[in-house]
């Protein structure tokens, strides 16, 4: 993917966010700047996302860029640059993996637009762009309206997806789908894997 024109891509590693589409209606909502999408953020020829597991551990996990299980790749868009090396850049990654446990996704508050939106504003100072999670922005709006015994609330026990492998030693040849550490702490092996977002709707 090339910078587009004028945004002087010359230096430093592209930040490119990868949007998937969660469901085939996407096809006729995102005409209209709605959606129902997933995003990961690919830097360094590895893409990085965020999903939901019932453990107090890291819910981050790399993919080959543009091929996310379970999704289907709509289209990428340009954020910027980041001088940061890969080392570096992992390390960034991890260290903000300790703020998205698997546990705490949630598909209003705490999704994985969110996360590539920190992403993107930590190493571009840039948004990623409104309509990749403007439903869930919508959704926060009317849940607060609903009685609190029926709104949306955290991921609790929710059907499992074919399992992912903890990332450990990887051979980033055979990268598959793997969940980070969070840089602080212990790296425990996961009994079920990150739910997609569309197993959670």
């Excluded at 990961?40 to 551990?57: C, K, Q």
């Excluded at 390390?91 to 300790?98: D, K, S």
């Excluded at 399992?163 to 969940?179: K, P």
Aim: net charge negative; proline share 7%.
């Amino acid at each position: 993917m090339e910078a587009p024109n004028g945004s002087g891509g010359g230096g430093g590693a592209p930040v490119v966010l990868n949007v998937y589409d969660l469901t085939p209606i996407n096809n006729y909502l995102y005409w209209f700047g709605l959606g129902i999408f997933h995003s990961g953020i690919e830097v360094h020829g590895i893409e990085y996302g965020f999903g939901a597991h019932d453990l107090p551990t890291s819910g981050v996990f790399e993919v080959e860029p543009k091929r996310c299980p379970g999704y289907i790749y709509r289209r990428s868009v340009w954020m910027g640059t980041t001088e940061m090396s890969r080392a570096e850049f992992r390390l960034f990654i991890e260290t903000l993996a300790g703020k998205y446990n698997g546990n705490t996704y949630h598909l209003i508050s705490k999704n994985c637009n969110h996360f590539t939106d920190d992403v993107c504003r930590d190493i571009t100072r840039k948004p990623t762009p409104g309509w990749v999670n403007r439903l869930a922005r919508v959704g926060f709006f009317f849940n607060r309206l609903l009685p609190k015994s029926i709104q949306v609330s955290a991921v609790g026990h929710v059907p499992t997806h074919p399992a992912l492998s903890v990332i450990g030693d990887s051979d980033e040849d055979e990268l598959d789908q793997h969940l980070l550490p969070a840089a602080s702490v212990d790296l425990h092996p996961v009994n079920g894997p990150p739910k997609l977002a569309k197993d959670l709707l």
